[in-house]
């Protein structure tokens, strides 16, 4: 009966085009099967006996291995069920290898003592072949062991995460855990996935914490406990200063504009996407960003030089502290590229309430005006304008009760404005 039953499942099979790997029979020996009191065992399966079934006892905590070895052109299953199973035909197994040919193998971790069923399948309709059977049943009682956990110098409360690396050569490292190292017994486990980042939540608070880690291996066993310090920081770092300040002006076409803050930061947008700056004609000024030696500071150089009289619009974006919280909206600087100039003034000749001074500017500025300004007892006035024409000229103005005087240029698109120094008048 049970040949013809075989048979019967084969033609069905291949009537609706199921490959014979497929194919599974009533067993020769169902369960509760043949005991394997052996660490080695051979037998044949294939043709008429599709499964042949052995009975092993297993502890708790222990890892079971099997492998199987068929003769040249067996195609073989391998298949383990839990002490709960009735048939192999009918239960799922708890684990299985069926790769094509005659070399399977499993190792599955017993969490439960008891008897469980190793099934061999074979899987060639036309005849039976040899095959070789081993196990063997390892008692793991060595905790996992935490080989390298890594944590950030700083961190935000709602998520602080820890490289951790760990081993188990026998059952494997199964599950991690991380938290306060007050709160680690109840802290919920997450799947170890190998060395990599695992995160918690902690209370927010900012200041140093302890998180501890913990992993456990796949019979149980935990490993000890490593702590670690992170800094919490859940504060956006504040802005010191700015040089050029806002309005402030550029005196080389190279010049750097600077943020200083007061903690380190990270360019989150890096070196070329954090600063945006463009001229008074919306063209866009590419420049390079960089942090100072202690982290505090980010420079931003032009690419090219700024030529003189430009207006440079720049604004500093994607700014984090090591914690990763981002600065608030930072103001646009405006800022003015231009040079600085001297004005001398000298030979002053007085003649009653009247003076006479020289002068000697920069030819760069010829075209504007020079002011001469008078000390007098409420402060600098000005008391005459004067176009200049060159290099060299002179002013000459009433001073009345003035104590002394000065020329002053008041700058222009280009240029920074200039004072002279004071020359005393004869009283």
Avoid: H
Avoid at 101 to 117: K, N
Avoid at 221 to 239: F, H, K, M, N
Wanted: charge should be neutral; hydrophobic fraction near 45%; glycine fraction near 10%.
């Amino acid at each position: 009966m049970a040949l013809m039953r075989i048979r019967i499942l084969l033609t069905v099979a291949l009537l609706f085009g199921v490959m014979p790997s497929a194919v599974r029979a009533e067993a020769a020996d169902d369960i509760p099967g043949v005991p394997l009191l052996s660490a080695s065992v051979s037998g044949s399966v294939g043709g008429p006996t599709v499964d042949l079934v052995y009975a092993v006892t297993l502890p708790a905590g222990s890892v079971f291995v099997a492998s199987l070895r068929g003769a040249t052109g067996a195609e073989l299953g391998l298949y383990l069920f839990e002490q709960e199973a009735t048939s192999v035909l009918t239960d799922t197994p708890l684990a299985s290898s069926a790769r094509p040919g005659a070399s399977q193998g499993l190792s599955v971790i017993i969490d439960a003592p008891g008897v469980y069923y190793l099934n061999v399948n074979g899987r060639n309709t036309d005849r039976a072949y040899g095959f070789t059977l081993s196990w063997s049943v390892t008692r793991d009682s060595t905790p996992p062991q935490i080989t390298s956990v890594g944590v950030p110098e700083a961190a935000r409360a709602a998520t602080v995460c820890a490289r951790v690396e760990a081993s188990d050569p026998l059952s494997g490292v199964r599950a991690v855990r991380i938290a306060d190292a007050a709160l680690l017994e109840s802290a919920e486990w997450q799947t170890y996935r190998g060395a990599g980042s695992y995160c918690t939540a902690l209370t927010p608070g900012d200041g140093a914490r302890n998180i501890s880690v913990q992993v456990r291996n796949g019979v149980g066993l935990l490993s000890s406990r490593v702590t670690r310090s992170v800094l919490i920081d859940d504060t956006a770092p504040l802005l010191k200063s700015t040089s050029p300040g806002q309005s402030g002006i550029l005196l080389s076409a190279e010049q750097q504009v600077i943020w200083r803050f007061g903690e380190r930061v990270k360019l989150a947008s890096g070196a070329r996407g954090s600063v945006f700056a463009y001229s008074q004609l919306g063209s866009s000024i590419p420049g390079v960003a960089t942090l100072n030696a202690d982290g505090t500071a980010v420079r931003w150089t032009p690419d090219a030089p700024i030529p003189l009289g430009s207006v440079v619009l720049a604004n500093l974006t994607g700014v984090t502290d090591l914690a990763g919280n981002e600065t608030a909206l930072l103001d646009t600087l405006q800022l003015a590229r231009k040079r600085t100039v001297s004005v001398r003034a000298f030979d002053l000749r007085q003649r009653g309430d009247f003076a006479r001074i020289s002068y000697q500017v920069p030819a760069r500025i010829a075209g504007g005006e020079l002011i001469l300004q008078a000390r007098l007892p409420d402060g600098w006035v000005e008391i005459g304008r004067s176009l200049i024409e060159g290099s060299t000229g002179f002013m000459r103005a009433a001073v009345g009760d003035a104590t002394a005087i000065r020329l002053v240029w008041p700058g222009d698109d280009a240029t920074m404005p200039a004072v002279s120094a004071r020359i005393a008048l004869n009283r």
